[in-house]
């Protein structure tokens, strides 16, 4: 189970078994799309598709063309080392080969694993929507910094546990760094508070994620879906070859 109820409730204990390096537990993939190749579709005047960006019935956000024929989505932890690679060495390759055509769409959904996560999913999702992946990928190319602050205050970071779920997640970030760092990308620490203190909201986030990974029977992050199948990836190396097959070129 990626997400439980323990993350909401209070005296959560340090993260020390928290690990940057891959978090997959999926099955392989369902089944391989294949198709003829697709050409690519013009973004209307004035706009290029990956400066849209959509909010999705499921809580995701999806850059590119929403009706791009191939749909690809992406499962993600804010804490998972694999995600992290991905976001380092797939990011950019995605958006500028496949997503800038407008027959691949980008849909990321958050699968969340502990308090962390879960205050970073939060503070991506505080602003203009056009900001949540970028500020996502600058979160995960900080990982290692973000998990070292919250090893240097454990401390700090237990006794958030124990706060009432308003000032909890605010706790958190203090504890992670976090308010600075989004700080400096242009969060401003009122905002960041104020988004952290919404705790229906990222109870929203937390139940969400959980009915997914039931329905969808999610086990570890990353895991890609593409137009409903699971893709056998865990890397852009792996999932670039997918998406080739199904006929992005």
Known sequence: MIISRRILAAGFVAPLALTLAACNGAEDAEGALSGEPI???PAPDGQAWTDVVTVTEEGGYKVGNPE?????????????????????????????EYV??????FELRNLVRDPVDLTIAAMVRCGQKENMIPLSDQAWASLNDIMGNVQSNGAA???????????RFIGIAEAAGLIEFFSARGLSADQARTCLADGEKIEGIAEASQAQSDELQLTGTPTFILNGAKVEALSWDQLEPALQRAGAR
Do not use: D, R
């Not at 970071?157 to 000032?167: F, K, N, R, S, T």
């Open 39 to 41: 050409e690519a579709i």
């Open 157 to 167: 970071y237990q006794a958030a546990g124990e706060m009432p779920l308003e000032q």
């Open 100 to 105: 800038s055509k407008g027959i691949v769409s």
């Open 68 to 96: 791009a024929p191939l749909k690809l989505v992406e499962y993600a932890s804010h804490t998972c080392g694999a995600c992290a690679n991905f976001a380092a060495t797939g990011s950019a390759p995605l958006k500028e």
